[in-house]
């Protein structure tokens, strides 16, 4: 039966010539696959580049895909439209490396295989906002993830005081006892506790150096990796330390 359904495309892995496997969020479906067939090079740009919002139409395939790391038959795209034309993002150099940690972010902190409407509303709003954006895209991916740990129910709380000023990782939360093995550094809590609390279109207001940024990011990965319980390690980490240091 031919399904609809709306999708952000995370990653894609050749398959033939003619065809990719794409991973993606789905709004329906969470966590996702599909199989889809491409034809000429400016189409297949437009719809498997990172972030791509399709509207699809998809059908259960029967059967495996010869040579898919999926291990299972995965629906097959019969119909697909970009939904939104992301121009700034394709065009902007720190906008789209942007765009690839965020699709890396994305698939190795969700792992739920059904819907979440406000976690794939999050997702295609902070695309769409990205996009759009003119000032404060430097501080973009930080809020981001940030929030997105909010969202996919991984905390972190925002109790930050005068006499709770520093960010425990383990607690998930701001502490008067600072251990620099467990909390963020002042400067990093500090930076946490603007950012939870600023509304993404503010983030341009939020000040701080490279050095900062860079050491605030793997310490968000510091965090998430406990609370996952897995040691996160992202590939697209070394290009955005080297875009903003």
Known sequence: ???????????????????????????????????MHVGKKHTKTSLTSALSILDIVYYSRHGEVSGSSEGRSIPLITEAAVANNLLS??????????????????????????????????????????????????????HFFANLCRIAGYMPNDNYSDKEPHFNISKAMFDSYYDENLCFSPDESLLLHRILSSPTKDIADISCSGKLRNSFLQRLLDYLSLHLGTKMTLKSLPVLREVFE
Do not use: P, W
């Open 89 to 142: 993002l394709r065009s902007d150099i720190v906008k789209s490396t942007i765009a690839v940690f965020m699709c890396e972010l994305i698939s190795k902190t969700i792992r739920e295989v059904e819907g979440n409407i406000g976690l794939y509303e999050y997702i295609k709003n902070s695309v769409l906002l990205l996009d759009s954006l003119d000032k404060g895209v430097e501080n973009f991916h930080l």
């Open 1 to 35: 039966m031919r399904q609809k359904d709306q999708i952000i495309v995370l990653h894609t892995i050749k398959h033939s010539d003619t065809g990719v496997v794409v991973r993606a969020y789905s709004q329906n479906s969470g966590k996702c696959a599909f199989y």
